[in-house]
């Protein structure tokens, strides 16, 4: 069965980040409330508009039902409202979950947020120590592993299996950065090179510091409403095309495979609701907690063969000049990351790329565009293909 | 400083498993119906959701399937250990287990080396880690 339902039913209308980087004169709630006044400033719409509110979690400021906190620190009485809790998956779910309640009826405005205080909100062994918090509390956290350790077994796997290179993952964060340096919010915009990353930190080998994404203090929003109410709105809308999410397991140890993991079915879903494929995407902004993550995507989501990411990566081939430019904001490796916002920062930059509004980070071809977000250890995926006129 | 370093933790999940590894036995659950065989304990399998869960001893052996070396801590009770080896074993009887790799030649494991079981005291408790298997040893 093809599902088509929510094929060019929504619109993204406004988006928003807040101030990235180190922000220790703001809150975490207060960077989402920045990142959603700047998204609804956009659509010319009023907050009393706003009838739905979805957002992720926060580990600096943990807030029961945040949701509701949200909500209430917004001066917003919604109709349909939640939080959802799958990892850096979160922000893409949040349009699943948005899309479905407006094509249903629950809500027509609903803003959709997340962010926090990562980078001054908490000292970086608190950092480090509740990321760790990631991994199984009775059979991974007592052997010492880490977040980065995790992603350095599937790195080491991917290395084993197809012959991808150091230089090759180093590439892709040069690569990320180079993207960064030319966008005016991003948390890092000095220009790295192969050899910098290579010699960078050891983390967790083979990834060192320049392979790990940044900790940042960061919000970012989006606001989605039918596409019928969008034509009306001050701002040029982005529609829904197609969007898939799959859930194959939380822990890593618990993973059937290091190599295959649920991106194929998110791509195989979003692509057949779309009535598109992996050949008529234009760009991808793509989950890159760790350089070796986006090239996974890249395969799973059939924009290159297994294997072949590296090749790609290291033949210019993701550049923004490039046949399938990724990560054109500089990526959770160089822009931002902070908690659930750092996949949202895709979907932003995909929205406003394909409204070609990037100025000298502008693709050439911005028709359809394909933004994946993971959560966990590659547990939690959602892919959307998002385009500028309704197809 | 192996003192501050995770505990197990018991509950009704995993009461049986920890018992056996502070007898130096490394135990897997297995479905009594399918004949299902995995690691992290629960109440129903996770194949076939029977409730019929029975024990059986693990040889101990296995091969790595991928590790990490680690430099930087995720709590300072493994600080002083840095540089240490987290890896995934394929275990003999199938399940994949996460765990360090300890002993001589750690540092210069290599994916598919055949490893054995050993256990590192953790207060009253013992977690099971894993050596290289010597030369001519494993199975």
């Known amino acids: 069965m ?44 009023k907050p009393s508009d706003i009838d739905g509110l979805l957002t992720a979690y926060s580990m600096t400021e943990p807030y029961f039902m945040l949701g509701s906190v949200m909500c209430e620190y917004l001066g917003l009485k919604p109709t349909f409202n939640a939080s959802m809790v799958v990892g850096g998956a979160s922000p893409a779910v949040m349009l699943k979950h948005a899309a479905e309640a407006i094509v249903s009826g629950q809500a027509e405005v609903i803003l959709c947020c997340a962010g926090e205080n990562r980078a001054t909100g908490q000292t970086r062994d608190q950092a480090v120590a509740a990321l760790a918090a990631v991994g199984h ?52 915009t000095k220009p790295i090179t192969v050899e910098e990353v290579i010699n960078s930190k050891p983390i967790a080998e083979p990834l060192n510091i320049l392979d790990c994404c940044l900790i940042s203090d960061a919000g970012g929003a989006y606001i989605v409403t039918t596409a019928e109410r969008a034509k009306d709105l001050k701002s040029d809308p982005v529609y829904l095309h197609g969007i898939g999410e799959y859930h194959t397991h939380e822990h890593l140890m618990c993973a059937d495979s ?10 195989r879903r979003a692509y057949t609701m779309a009535g598109l494929g992996p050949e008529d995407m234009d760009f991808a902004e793509l989950y890159d907690c760790f350089s070796v993550v986006p090239m996974i995507e890249m395969e799973e989501l059939g924009l290159c063969e ?38 949202l920062f895709g979907i932003i930059e995909a929205v406003r790329q394909l409204r070609g509004q990037e100025g000298e980070r502008q693709v050439a071809n911005h028709d359809v565009a394909l933004v994946h977000n993971e959560g966990g250890i590659l547990s939690s995926h959602c892919t959307m293909i998002l385009g500028r006129e309704e197809r | 400083m192996t003192g501050q370093r995770p505990e197990p933790f018991v509950n009704a999940d995993s009461e049986i498993y920890w018992a056996a590894t502070k007898e130096s036995r490394l135990v897997l659950q297995e479905c009594a119906d399918c004949g299902h065989v995995d690691l992290m304990p629960r ?37 002083e250990d840095c ?13 994949r287990i996460m765990t360090n790799i300890v002993g001589d030649g750690a540092l210069e494991v290599v994916i598919g080396d055949r490893v054995e079981v050993c256990f590192e005291d953790r207060g009253e408790a ?3 880690q894993f050596r290289l298997a010597r030369a001519g040893g494993g199975s």
């Open chain 2, 43 to 79: 109440h129903v399998c996770p194949k076939c959701w029977s409730e019929n869960r029975t024990w059986t001893d693990a040889v101990g052996t296995g091969t790595v399937h991928s590790f990490s070396i680690v430099h930087r801590a995720p709590l300072p009770a493994f600080r």
């Open chain 2, 126 to 128: 013992k977690v099971p």
């Open chain 2, 83 to 95: 540089p240490y080896v987290v890896a995934l074993i394929d275990l003999a009887e199938g399940p």
């Open chain 1, 2 to 45: 093809t599902d088509t339902t929510l094929r060019n039913r929504v619109a993204i209308v406004g988006v928003g980040e807040s101030e990235i980087g180190k922000v220790p004169h703001m809150t975490g709630l207060g960077l989402n409330a920045q990142a959603a006044k700047r998204a609804l400033d956009e659509t010319g719409l």
């Open chain 1, 306 to 343: 297994r294997g072949g990411a590296g090749a790609m990566v290291e033949a210019g081939d993701t550049r923004i000049d490039g046949r399938l430019p990724v990560n054109t904001h500089g990526g959770m490796l160089s822009h931002a990351h902070a908690g659930a916002a750092g996949g």
């Open chain 1, 137 to 188: 509390p009775y059979y991974e956290q007592p052997y010492g592993a880490s977040i980065p350790s995790f992603y350095a077994m599937i790195t080491r796997r991917h290395m084993h299996e197809y012959g991808t290179t150091r230089e090759q993952l180093a590439q892709m964060a040069v690569t990320t950065r180079d993207h960064a340096v030319r966008h005016p919010n991003a948390h890092m």
């Open chain 1, 258 to 267: 290091l190599t295959e993991f649920g991106a194929l079915e998110t791509g």
